[in-house]
């Protein structure tokens, strides 16, 4: 078996990625053709991790505050606030640092505000972020004024559309903040306090963790996360679109969570797994896309392909296969009942 | 309460295992009718397990239940029901937005056609009602009244359903005195109709004021049986408490205690502890005793900022401070070992060596990680010196035994080299090898001029190691013993001392 810890956490990610992509390949015998063209890389791997962006970015705040037995709803609607507060100001005239940089104070502050709620009025943290899911898409038309709010800026555009020598930038964007959150908090003692205060938050208040001011720091990087996200889509459309951006994308973020093998009941986490995760989700978008099936079936596709991907993790899966190994040299085919017990 | 009466229930031998540990061993209980009979024990002493065992919540590994003179094995709440034992928890286990003869009749309503006959079903619930000694309108929402009137409620519907058998877990843990007697009423007209009533609460008032007997366990042993009439509160107690150490040599204690550490005066909170006062030195080893519910977790937890006091002064080597959050005790070298060890002390999932240094790193703040070399040192240092038996160091530490737990949870504190220790129930549910380290180690803590304070319901634990010991009685401070004052019968007086009489004094 694999030795290394880390590698051994991220091997079923692996495994799973491996095949959908293989079946990409299958579908579509040049999917893994990459060309330079006109200075930009192009190919089907390429869309993957650039369209994939969106969810990737989500998922590592994502992570975080669902390592801390929480749960992050609004991240879609945070997406639109931060990409209306991107384009309205630019619009309005502003460089677009300045434009980036509000947006992402937007992100921060809805971030700020769901930790509130989470950490100091101890609100449950699916409740309080329904809160955010709810209201921000009418935050966002607020600052739109119920149009999609167009723009022209180069540098604003550059983030979703552009690229830095020949890789698109939201791929860059992601794979640094993505591998940046999950070496940090592996070198300090971020992810092992925010690991305890999921596991029991009693426990952790009691050893001395300040778990309050962690609890908003989570929701804060989530809320950053979003940010970007929106800001990469908004600049991709060139336009603030406060009704559709990043609608639905919450649950696949959290889905991409859960195919890290991450638990929602908080705990150990790992973020390249979760990271991992995204990219299966995308390369399963991709699929369906490339075997031209019609449209109309996209969507039950997907679910089930992720139903069998889930199923494949499942802790009772797992211990079938264990079982089915073990026994298979003797072939008693009897040695099975245990596991119907844990059926209830 | 003749032996030739047949009695209403006899449990015989009754066993039950859990992993790890047997939480009933060999136990009888025998209820008559017509009596009214405690079932005490400090907590973990396997009261709940005895009654869940009776109530078919569990399935007994062991032993026979006869109930009215046929043999029964009940498989769920409800099929003992049935059989006719009924049971009312502390927290009343009825709906509240339902109505009062909704919640009497709840399953088994009076039916016209189709529909519950609502007008019948108010009728007879009035009745009933009435046969209790209370007269409320039935058709009234349960949650317009209070909780004493709704634990007769409580009580009518299990006594309606079953009959013959009533098991009252600490039914007046939430009332205040006016309805405590309402309750008493209520059961003593069920007394005189015949019920066999098991009773359990930590209010030793309470007991001698209605029960007639008693069956006293510890540790899912019985440890004796007593006829109230004639038994004292001292009996009751030390048959509570227990004497296990009875044999131990006592720790050597130096006779002169250090320099002054922590000052504390006034601590208070409203229903938690009346004014605690303590003196503390460097090297003293203080021990806190009590009943159950006396107060010694809730001091602790005080004292050490878990619950945020109303009023109280804390002074560190003759400075002010403020502890309102266990982060500002840990800064000021304070630690607690809780009562909980699995809802207050370990992080289950997380491996034996994040456990141990979780406080050490929690105080270090998250920016400066204690690095890998020295958090190996620091828990290859304690799994040696404490013993700690574990496969290695990466195995989450929910799958230790209790005691390695506790000694694990200690390294944790121990690691952050504190001036104040405190431990709540530091012995409670571990081997018998590990509690006679633990208790070594305190010894050798207190060598070294570490400062503990130590709430223990194991009297004689606290007499082996205690240079003073603190009595707490109904929340309050009581008594201190010092020197040679501390012994196990002067704390059970201490303990037992009548209240009323105290004053007269």
Known sequence: MIRNPFLRRIAPQLIILGIVLGLNVLVFPD?????????????????????????????????????????????????????????????????????????????????????????????????????????????????????????????????????????????????????????????????????????????????????????????????????????????????????????????????????????????????????????????????????????????????????????????????????????????????????????? | MTDERRPMLQAKGISKFFPGTVALDNVELTLHAGEIHALLGENGAGKSTLIKCLTGVYRRDGGMVVLDGTEVDPTSTHHSQTLGIGTVYQEVNLLPNLTVAENLYLGRQPMRGPFVDRRRMNAHARETLRDYGIRIDPAQPLATYSVAIQQVVAIARAVEMSGKVLILDEPTASLDHDEVQLLFSVIRRL?????????????????????????VLRNGQVVGRLDLATASRNDVISLMLGRQLAAQVRAPKPETAGKPLLQIEGLQKTGMLGSFNLDLHEGEVIGLAGLLGSGRTEAANLIFGAVKADQGKLRLRGKDIQVRNPRDAVAHGFALCPEDRKTDGIVGELSVRDNIVLALQARQGWMRKVPRKKVDAIAEHYVRTLDIRLANLDMPIRLLSGGNQQKALLARWLATDPDFLILD????????????????????????????????????????????????????????????????ENIIRAIAADPRMEVAE
């Not at chain 1, 969106?54 to 709803?73: E, H, Q, R, S, Y």
């Not at chain 1, 969570?257 to 299966?280: C, D, P, Q, Y």
């Not at chain 2, 930590?202 to 007639?212: E, G, K, N, P, S």
């Not at chain 2, 709430?455 to 082996?464: D, K, N, P, Q």
């Open chain 2, 425 to 488: 129930e530091p012995t409670r549910g571990i081997d018998i090898g590990a509690h006679a380290e633990i208790i070594a180690l305190i010894g050798r803590l207190q060598q070294d001029g570490m400062a503990l304070l130590v709430a223990s319901s194991e009297m004689e634990e606290l007499v082996a190691y205690a240079s003073r010991v603190i009595v707490l009685r109904d929340r309050n401070q009581v008594k201190e013993l010092t020197g040679d004052e501390i012994t196990s």
């Open chain 2, 191 to 215: 007394k005189d109709r015949g019920l066999a009533v098991v009773f359990i609460t930590h209010f030793l008032d309470q007991v001698f004021d209605i029960c007639d007997c008693a069956t």
């Open chain 1, 31 to 344: 999917f893994f053709h990459v060309e330079m063209k006109n200075g930009r890389l192009f190919g089907n791997l390429i869309d993957v991790l650039n369209r994939g962006a969106p969810t990737a970015l989500l998922c590592v705040g994502m992570t975080l505050v669902i390592a801390t037995k929480g749960i992050d709803l609004s991240v879609g609607a945070v997406m639109a606030i931060a990409g209306a507060t991107a384009a309205s100001l630019v619009v309005d005239g502003n460089h677009w640092t300045v434009a980036v940089i509000g947006a992402l104070s937007v992100g921060a502050l809805c971030g700020m505000w769901n930790g509130f709620l989470v950490a100091f009025l101890r609100i449950q943290p699916i409740v309080a972020t329904l809160v955010l899911m709810v209201a921000g898409r009418g935050i966002a038309q607020l600052i739109t004024e119920g149009t999609i709010l167009t723009f022209l800026d180069p540098g604003l555009i550059h983030l979703g559309a552009g690229t830095v020598k020949g890789v698109p930038t939201p791929v860059l964007i992601w794979l640094t903040l993505g591998l940046f959150v999950a070496y940090f908090v592996r070198r300090t003692a971020l992810g092992m306090l925010i690991e305890a205060i999921g596991i029991n938050e009693a426990s952790s208040r009691l050893a001395g963790i300040n778990s309050r001011v962690l609890l908003v720091c989570v929701y804060v990087v989530s809320g950053i996360g979003a940010a970007i996200a929106g800001i990469i889509v908004a600049a991709d459309i060139q336009g603030a679109d406060a009704n559709n951006a990043g609608l639905w994308l919450e649950l696949d973020a959290i889905l991409a969570v859960v195919i890290g093998g991450n638990s929602l009941l908080g705990g150990r986490f790992s973020i390249v797994a979760s990271l991992l995760g995204a990219m299966i989700i995308q390369s399963v978008n991709s699929l369906i896309l490339l075997s031209g099936m019609p449209p109309e079936f996209n969507l039950i596709i997907k679910a089930l392909l992720i139903i069998a991907i889930l199923v494949i993790q499942s802790p009772k899966v797992a211990h079938l296969l264990y079982i089915l190994r073990a026994s298979a040299p003797q072939s008693h085919p009897k040695q099975l009942p245990p596991f119907k017990e844990s059926k209830r």
